[in-house]
């Protein structure tokens, strides 16, 4: 996603001198063409989150629409107190573009595994949280949210080949994408995991079980109302997230759930183990956390007859 990234957002800052980008001194051979292109609009803060928020807070403030790029656990946690004390408690339009969401960045261990990020930026009232399934998703999902007011903060993958069957880059701020399907479960995912979620669907309906994939690439504010009715179709629903269980999607479907009284069983499929040391590639985390295709596929089977 962050060639899509880039590309949308040298469009948009073509036809709006306050778009900006900051980066933390990461992005080596992805951020290069927006800073030939504006190079006095692009500025590496160098290893500097903290400052890098401060900076952007700074820039919002006088008018301009900063984006801020880096690891998502760089972007999002290490400034935290900064993007809570000054885009968010000031409602400014400061972009926060965590890049590698989850296990993407496997081998570099548990320090870059963003799996509490939603859950810490979703939080805030104010915040708007977008996490795009893939690049042509993300590409949408820029152009819908890049100017709306106050922060957001976008969960992006690296993943600029891979598609989700289906989806065709549809989004819309606070909805639901469906990706058809039957009325025995409803698989609903989050990010770049959503690959594994629709292919796990696929099989399972092979296998009899008459299964809805969906998206919510949107997610805070929660897209309640397209949740609540499309949830309230079915006695059983899964989420799938490469996030903590908490905090995060499957937090967000059990408010709704519970807020509107549907008659439905969820399911939490993420990250439930607390940190190991362990590291590894994407494919061997997301089996190791049961959030692969092969494993959403037993879960989904255990939970329709009953078992789960």
Same mark, same amino acid.
């Given at each position: ?9 040298? !469009? ?19 951020l290069e ?14 290893v500097a !989150?903290?400052?890098?928020? /401060? ?77 795009? %399934? ?6 949408a999902a ?29 989004? !819309? ?8 399907? /039957? ?33 919510? %690439? ?64 994407? !494919? ?25």
């Open positions: 996603m962050r060639g899509a990234f880039v590309k949308t957002l040298i !469009e948009l800052a073509a036809g709006d001198r306050r778009v900006l980008l900051l980066t933390g001194d990461i992005g080596y051979m992805a063409p927006f800073a030939e292109r504006f190079p006095d609009r692009f500025f590496n803060v160098g !989150e903290q400052n890098m928020l /401060g900076i952007a807070t700074g820039l919002a403030e006088a008018g301009f629409v900063p984006f801020v790029y880096s690891i998502a656990t760089f972007v999002s946690l290490r400034p935290y107190e900064f993007i809570r004390n000054g885009p968010v408690l000031h409602s400014l339009p400061v972009r926060v573009v965590g890049v590698g969401g989850g296990f993407e960045y496997g081998h570099n261990g548990i320090t870059h595994h963003a799996v509490e990020d939603v859950a810490v930026m979703r939080a805030h009232p104010g915040m708007t949280v977008v996490s795009p %399934a893939d690049h042509e998703q993300a590409r820029l152009l819908a949210t890049w100017n709306v007011p106050g922060p957001v903060y976008y969960r992006l993958g690296k993943d600029d080949r891979t598609v989700v069957p289906g989806l065709n880059g549809r989004f !819309e701020a606070g909805r639901v994408q469906s990706l058809g399907g /039957g009325k025995d479960l409803l698989i609903l995912a989050m990010g770049s995991v959503a690959k594994e979620a629709a292919a796990a669907a696929e099989t399972l309906r092979g296998q009899g079980v008459a299964c809805t994939a969906a998206v919510a %690439a949107s997610v805070h504010p929660a897209p309640a109302g397209d949740l609540a009715a499309l949830a309230g179709g079915f006695r059983h629903v899964m989420t799938v997230e490469a996030h903590y269980v908490n905090g995060g999607l499957g937090s967000m479907t059990a408010e709704v759930i519970a807020e509107r009284g549907l008659p439905c069983r969820l399911t939490r499929c993420g990250v439930s183990l607390p940190p190991d040391g362990v590291s590894g590639s994407q !494919e061997y985390l997301h089996r190791l956390h049961g959030i692969d295709r092969d494993s959403l596929v037993a879960t989904g089977l255990r939970v329709v007859r009953g078992g789960a």
